[in-house]
């Protein structure tokens, strides 16, 4: 019987059979053994006895190993429970236990009584609900949470502590089975502090980002593998639209750069990407609409990842202040210009006055002295009235200029014909120009008439001779007269020399005021340097312009272009 309580032990299953065969033996060797000594009665009561013990003993080892089960399964249960129950009173953080029914609060763990304050009995007293905020969302929250409560699930919401202190907690539920009853396990995570560093984060990134898209400069972020990251709002006004989401992973700022400073910013942006060296630099791009702006870009690179390197930079337009950088450099050339031209004034009207003045005063002193002959007096007499004119011309010509310069020469148009002009201009000079031993020539094949002030027109032809006959020495001055239809419909006059001739870059500053080829007091030519701009003044009252052809020992020629006008017609009396 020890082997059989042995194997009840080990192997329920083994012993069953071994029973059912001890019960076919037993029937066997009885039936063998009564049937040679005993009647059919006694065999059939042996025999029931033998299945009734057989059976008690089957049934009595079973329900044995059935108890052992349980017992051994109420252990697990219990281990398990006291698992369950050492996890809830240890966690870290805050826990309660609740009637699934009810949602009354049964147990709590010592961190849920360190976060809310209450104690053990003072919590049993409470309702889940009286955790919450009295608040509008208060019905909502509660409901949201006891239709939770059946299953897995998270809310987040404000919890009122017992000194009336707010929290913001997450809320984590759902059953839990201690003891053989249903409960709601509801494990509390206090994230006041986090969520507080949250929005403060989030309201110092709202302002920043405020800050950023309000200030006029262009903060991006640039990865050199993935391209823009980030890049502020106020790039519109740089390129003059808003980039697309591809815009964004193309090269949107080197795409718009001035093609002539296109490398210059990509080897720049490759020395800062191997260096991470902060930089800066300067260039041009073009808009959307095609103007040209001037950017100051100031970047540093900083080591993303292994394989990636981040590019952070500002960019501003500094296109307003090149122009105004510019506009005073010109302006500084200017004055430069204007001091060293207000020298050449003061050195050119000195000579120009004080000349003529002391030959007027001087040749007047002798004769008054009587000290010169007949003569003498007809030749001093005539130097005084040269002089007197040379000194006349310098005063006409400023005074010329001035009213030029205050818009106060009036215009008087009349129809002319183009050879009568020529003549008398001609004739005007003929004795002027044919004293210095020079040809006087006139050049017009056809005669035509045009409309124009005769006054001012003379006037310039008087400076342009006057300027022909100083610089020509040898050879002659030719006056040429001819219709022309190149951009227009133009009468074309010109003052042709045979004299010294200019360089290009004394042809660019001869209409200036004061200015010549040589300059100051020991200049080569007499003259203030004031006729070609006279020349040039006068020559735009009459809608037209002036050019010149000139090169060093080839003389020049000063083409005057005046626009054909039809002449206005009377009215005739009746």
């Known amino acids: 019987m020890k082997f059989l309580k042995d194997v009840e032990y080990k192997t329920p299953f083994i012993f069953l059979i071994l029973s059912i065969l001890w019960i076919v033996l037993s029937d066997a060797l009885l039936f063998d053994y009564l049937t040679n000594s005993t009647n059919q009665k006694t065999i059939s009561i042996i025999k029931g006895l033998v299945y009734v013990t057989t059976a008690a003993i089957i049934i009595h080892l079973l329900i044995r190993s059935d108890l052992n089960k349980i017992r051994s399964i109420n252990k697990n249960l219990e281990d398990t429970n006291n698992y369950y129950v050492s996890i809830f009173e240890n966690n870290h953080l805050p826990s309660l236990l609740l009637n699934h029914k009810t949602l009354k609060i049964q147990e709590v763990n010592k961190a849920?009584?360190?976060?809310?304050?209450?104690?053990?009995?003072?919590?049993?007293?409470?309702?889940?609900?009286?955790?919450?905020?009295?608040?509008?969302s208060h019905n909502v929250e509660l409901e949201q949470f006891i239709k939770s409560s059946?299953?897995?699930?998270?809310?987040?919401?404000?919890?009122?502590?017992?000194?009336e202190e707010l929290i913001i907690v997450e809320i984590f539920s759902g059953p839990l089975i201690l003891n053989g009853n249903l409960n709601i396990l509801t494990i509390i995570n206090d994230i006041t502090i986090k969520s507080k560093a949250e929005k403060a984060l989030r309201e110092s990134e709202a302002k920043y980002k405020k800050l950023v898209?309000?200030?006029?400069?262009?903060?991006?972020l640039m990865s050199q593998v993935n391209g823009f990251q980030y890049i502020s709002p106020q790039i519109k006004n740089l390129i003059g639209f808003n980039p697309s989401k591809n815009d964004m992973t193309s090269d949107i700022i080197l795409n718009h750069i001035y093609p002539e400073d296109k490398q210059k910013y990509l080897n720049f942006r490759k020395i800062v990407f191997e260096t991470?060296?902060?930089?800066?630099?300067?260039?041009?791009?073009?808009?959307?609409?095609g103007q040209i702006k001037w950017l100051q870009e100031r970047v540093f690179s900083i080591q993303a990842s292994i394989d990636d390197v981040m590019l952070e930079g500002v960019i501003t337009?500094?296109?307003?202040?090149?122009?105004l950088m510019d506009?005073?450099?010109?302006?500084?050339?200017?004055?430069?210009?204007?001091?060293?031209?207000?020298?050449?004034?003061?050195?050119?009207?000195?000579?120009?006055?004080?000349?003529?003045?002391?030959?007027?005063?001087?040749?007047?002193?002798?004769?008054?002295?009587?000290?010169?002959?007949?003569?003498?007096?007809?030749?001093?007499?005539?130097?005084?009235?040269?002089?007197?004119?040379?000194?006349?011309l310098t005063l006409n010509s400023l005074l010329t200029l001035n009213e030029i310069e205050l818009g106060h020469r009036k215009l008087f148009f009349e129809e002319a014909g183009v050879k009568d002009f020529l003549r008398l201009i001609y004739d005007s000079n003929s004795k002027f120009v044919k004293m210095k031993n020079l040809t006087f020539d006139i050049d017009v094949k056809d005669d035509f008439k045009f409309y124009t002030d005769i006054n001012i027109l003379s006037q310039i032809f008087f400076n342009l001779i006057d300027n022909a006959v100083k610089f020509t020495n040898t050879g002659k001055i030719t006056l040429k007269g001819e219709f022309i239809t190149i951009g227009g419909i133009w009468i074309?006059?010109?003052?042709?020399?045979?004299?010294?001739?200019?360089?290009?870059?004394?042809?660019?500053?001869?209409?200036?005021?004061?200015?010549?080829?040589?300059?100051?007091?020991?200049?080569?030519?007499?003259?203030?340097?004031?006729?070609?701009?006279?020349c040039f003044k006068l020559i735009k009252l009459l809608e037209g312009k002036i050019e010149v052809v000139s090169s060093p020992g080839q003389g020049s020629e000063f083409k005057l272009l005046i626009p054909f006008k039809i002449p206005k017609e009377e009215p005739v009396s009746a």
């Not at 045979?498 to 300059?519: A, D, H, K, L």
């Open 276 to 289: 991470f060296e902060p930089d800066e630099i300067n260039y041009r791009i073009q808009d959307s609409g």
């Open 492 to 534: 074309q006059l010109s003052v042709i020399d045979t004299g010294i001739g200019m360089m290009e870059s004394e042809i660019e500053s001869i209409f200036e005021p004061f200015r010549q080829g040589s300059e100051g007091i020991n200049r080569n030519f007499d003259g203030m340097g004031i006729g070609l701009t006279i």
């Open 327 to 392: 506009e005073l450099v010109q302006a500084h050339t200017k004055i430069n210009q204007s001091l060293k031209v207000k020298n050449v004034i003061l050195s050119n009207l000195n000579h120009e006055l004080r000349t003529p003045l002391n030959g007027i005063l001087g040749f007047a002193n002798l004769i008054n002295k009587n000290v010169v002959t007949g003569n003498e007096i007809n030749e001093y007499t005539g130097l005084i009235i040269e002089s007197a004119n040379r000194l006349n």
């Open 213 to 220: 898209e309000n200030i006029p400069d262009v903060f991006y």
């Open 150 to 163: 059946q299953n897995r699930n998270y809310i987040k919401t404000t919890h009122q502590i017992k000194n």
């Open 112 to 136: 849920a009584l360190d976060l809310y304050g209450y104690t053990t009995d003072e919590f049993k007293n409470l309702h889940i609900s009286d955790l919450f905020v009295k608040s509008h």
């Open 317 to 323: 337009d500094y296109t307003e202040k090149k122009l």
